[in-house]
């Protein structure tokens, strides 16, 4: 479904990227890992549109999108999270998950202005399908409440609410665990396991190990900018170069 070849980005001529290459399958979970700074987040931005790549192709469904803009790659079909919380404080959760359908509410302001009866059918099924992400996500109850009071790991799902509510094809998860408890980690992840279930495509930062190596179906891994390595969760997890990369250091201070 998404595909990156030989990906690089600069910053004042340092490489936060180098030739990145590797493919997302469709419906499946894949995982990317790699030490902090180790250039994921850049990564995400790249392909959601936030940063423009130095160099190399990335091309989503066939169709090359390095050069998009983000508003442009969301109408793809791809949505994302932030490794930060992007929660409107003021805004109701309801009103939050409604601005992932932005891009289905329509662009006319003649329509917005008179009213018409198609738009306010529209307007109502857009709703109805933020209550069922709600629902999903188990927010119903807060639905009225401002996003501001929220506890963090409610803000976390209300994000994950946010990214899923428009049935994009491809959903990209920055640290969507980072903060939880244990507990909360453990809904996120069966979260994450019924939305592969039902035929989402995800790509999934994060630096819990042992979610990732429960839950993801293939794990990519950044050092430095580079790929170093892209397997199962098994044979990641036997890698003399992650090892030394990533897991060895993770367990040396574990």
């Known amino acids: 479904m998404l595909q990156l070849k030989h990906v690089s980005k600069n910053f004042g001529g340092l490489p936060a990227l180098s030739e990145v290459t590797f493919g997302v399958p469709k419906g499946q979970l894949t995982a990317l890992i790699g030490p902090n700074g180790a250039g994921k ?10 940063l423009q790549p130095s160099s190399g192709n990335i091309r989503f469904q066939e169709r090359e999108i390095a050069a998009l803009p983000a508003h442009q790659i969301s109408r793809q079909g791809i949505s994302r999270t932030f490794q930060n ?16 359908l932005t891009c289905e509410g329509g662009d006319s302001m003649i329509m917005a202005m008179l009213r018409l009866p198609h738009l306010r059918h529209r307007e109502r099924q857009l709703k109805l399908r933020a209550m069922e992400a709600l629902d999903r996500f188990g927010l119903t109850d807060k639905a009225n409440w401002p996003a501001g009071i929220l506890a963090y790991g409610d ?3 209300v994000e994950l609410a946010r990214a899923t509510v428009s049935r994009p094809q491809l959903i990209l998860l920055d640290e969507p665990v980072a903060g939880l408890n244990a507990e909360e980690t453990a809904t996120v992840g069966e979260q994450l396991r019924l939305l592969r279930s039902s035929g989402h495509t995800m790509l999934l930062v994060e630096h ?4 990732v190596m429960d839950i993801a179906d293939q794990v990519v891994v950044l050092d430095s900018g580079k790929c170093i390595a892209t397997g ?6 036997q890698n003399p170069l992650v090892l030394e990369a990533y897991l060895g250091r993770m367990d040396a201070t574990a």
């Open 85 to 100: 919380l992007k929660v409107f404080s003021r805004l109701t959760v309801l009103e939050n998950i409604l601005t992932g």
């Open 232 to 237: 199962t969760p098994g044979e990641v997890r």
């Open 208 to 211: 819990d190990m042992a979610l």
């Open 41 to 50: 987040s850049t990564l995400i931005n790249c392909i959601t549109g936030v």
């Open 155 to 157: 803000k976390k799902r």
